[in-house]
């Protein structure tokens, strides 16, 4: 399976940008990057996700390197809210085992106010 | 739209006991996977159905088994639980099993076994 790296945590100062990298050096051409975080006794909740292009939406801003082995999160303005563990996982196309999203540790954000 | 609801929130068993957990798609869904996530740990991928089909499965041994009914709501079943299966299981739905389709989480299922 396509594995996902993540620095173990990072903080931030509240109302600052912050950058969450993740490398995923053996992705195929077919797997699609997505992003999820969670607040402590909760589901994760889906972020963002893209292919190629980088994306945007009203949560962050997802980078994609041109060679896909990384990419990197964007919470343009962080607040306490956006305090929670971050994931980085790749989506497999769905006739080829695509639940099998593996997940790593994440990202652990801390945000200081 | 309502979102994924799984049941019960908690719960104690006992070594050797069998336990069901249950999963509600979100509307408009047809796909479910099940994670157990250990403490400090990121989710672990279990299985997922299509369309009441298994159409994936990760690392885990058979007594770890599932079902999805015709209105795409699921279940998963562990028989001869052991004290390592302790964890949160969390059940997500998406529209379809495919890669540009968001996984949509409940908040889980917290089982204790003793």
């Known amino acids: 399976d396509a594995k996902t790296t993540q620095p173990n945590s990072m903080e931030s100062n509240e109302e600052e940008p912050v950058h969450l990298p993740c490398n995923h050096s053996?992705?195929?051409?077919?797997?699609?990057i997505h992003w999820y975080r969670q607040l402590p006794s909760q589901g994760p909740e889906y972020v963002i996700h893209g292919l190629t292009s980088n994306v945007n939406n009203r949560m962050a801003s997802l980078a994609i390197a041109e060679d896909r082995k990384s990419s990197t999160l964007i919470l343009h303005r962080a607040t306490l809210r956006d305090a929670a563990v971050y994931y980085c996982i790749l989506r497999a196309p769905f006739n080829t085992n695509a639940g099998k999203s593996t997940f790593g540790d994440g990202t652990t954000l801390t945000v200081k106010p | 739209e309502t979102g994924v609801t799984q049941s019960p929130t908690h719960l104690i068993k006992t070594r050797g006991q069998q336990v069901t957990l249950r999963c509600s798609s979100q509307s408009g869904h047809n796909t479910v996977s099940w994670y157990q996530q250990a403490l400090g740990q990121g989710p672990q991928f279990i299985f997922q159905y299509y369309r009441e089909e298994e159409n994936g499965r990760g690392n885990f041994p058979p007594r770890f088994s599932g079902l999805q009914f015709p209105n795409y709501s699921s279940e998963l079943n562990v028989n001869a639980l052991e004290l390592d299966d302790s964890a949160l299981y969390l059940c997500?739905?998406?529209?379809?099993?495919?890669?540009?389709?968001?996984?949509?989480f409940g908040n889980g299922t917290r089982l204790t076994v003793t």
């Open positions: 997500a739905s998406s529209s379809q099993g495919g890669r540009s389709s968001p996984l949509h």
């Open positions: 053996t992705i195929s051409g077919t797997d699609y």
